[in-house]
């Protein structure tokens, strides 16, 4: 499944966990400060993911790194870490089926951006799917 043409199951798989994130988040603000919830979540994260590279022995040296690598994937940190603390702050005041589908704007942006940034070229049918998930943003955004 990790072929150039898998990326369709783990990004299922990807939307199915990030549904079961947004459920278990939720139940897991009650009494709780949702910065301090994303800290837990992270160190979780961490914890699971540093055993997962270890056991599958795709540990590597994190020095061999080139420096455009480590700024980008310090930015990509910072951005996620930014959108988690966002998002959580959203699931403890808001409705987990409101704050979800809002989060996935970013869905309409990332196509954006990659057009921008790195020349990517989605087709008509693509830009019409993205388009419908921005239009279905606004439509919860708004109060009747």
Not at 45 to 60: D, E, N, P
């Amino acid at each position: 499944m990790a072929t150039s043409t898998g990326w369709f199951q783990w990004a299922i798989l990807s939307a199915v966990f990030a549904a079961m994130t947004a459920i278990f988040a939720k139940i897991g603000l009650r009494g709780v400060d949702s910065d301090f919830a994303t800290l837990v979540r992270t160190w979780v994260i961490v914890v699971v993911l540093a055993g997962f590279v270890y056991v599958a022995g795709k540990w590597s040296n994190p020095f061999e790194l080139s420096r455009k690598t480590w700024l980008f994937l310090v930015l990509s940190g910072l951005a996620t870490g930014a959108s988690w603390v966002c998002y959580f702050r959203a699931l403890k005041v808001g409705e987990a089926s409101k704050v979800a589908p809002v989060d996935k704007l970013s869905l309409l942006l990332v196509a954006v951006f990659a057009v921008v940034f790195l020349h990517e070229r989605p087709s008509g049918r693509e830009w019409v799917g993205i388009l419908l998930v921005g239009l279905g943003v606004l439509i919860l955004g708004f109060k009747r």
